[in-house]
């Protein structure tokens, strides 16, 4: 495994519409390797969830770490998610903070549904669907934006609360 680069915001990558991967293309060693990869540079750079654009791959697919949460599969196991769907359950939308490690050192305020329904394809290349509120919730849709070229900038209601990390640990961390 190795640990990838992380495309910063600026690169064209970022902006571009990644394609679909086909059932065949998931079990490729290649496609394998990359989310083994993209897992791994999660880790070490210490993201709850990366997309295959931040590595320079135009692919829907992300991997995340978090509790998967309604599914019963509560683990902090790394997944991957391929060729997701999002659809947005109930109206309730929460605003909280995000960052993005191809836009290193800010936070800002993002509005997100709180609770979705995923339908997705796993690295098996299997048929999987997913209920996913908070949290989870809001790491799924900031990684399929990525899919689409979107970064969390563009959702923010207004740029007051963009803040450096530092600042963020200081004046706006709850713990
Ligand atoms: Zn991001």
Partial sequence: MSILKVARMGHPVLRARARALARSDIKSAAVQQLIDDMMETMAEYHG??????????????????????????????????????????????????????????????????????????????????????????RVIQHETDHLDGVLFFDRMRSFESLTFLDEYARYWAKD
């Fill in 48 to 137: 709850v969830g990366l997309a295959a654009p931040q590595v320079h791959q135009g692919v829907r697919l992300f991997v995340a770490s978090l509790n998967a949460g309604e599914d019963g599969e509560e683990s902090d196991e790394a997944f991957a998610i391929i060729n997701p769907e999002i659809a947005v359950v109930g109206s309730d939308v929460v605003e909280d903070w995000e960052g993005c490690l191809s836009i290193p050192d800010l936070r800002g305020r993002v509005p997100r549904a709180r609770e979705i329904r995923v339908r997705a394809l796993n690295r098996q290349g299997e048929r999987i669907e997913l209920d996913a509120h908070d949290f989870p919730a």
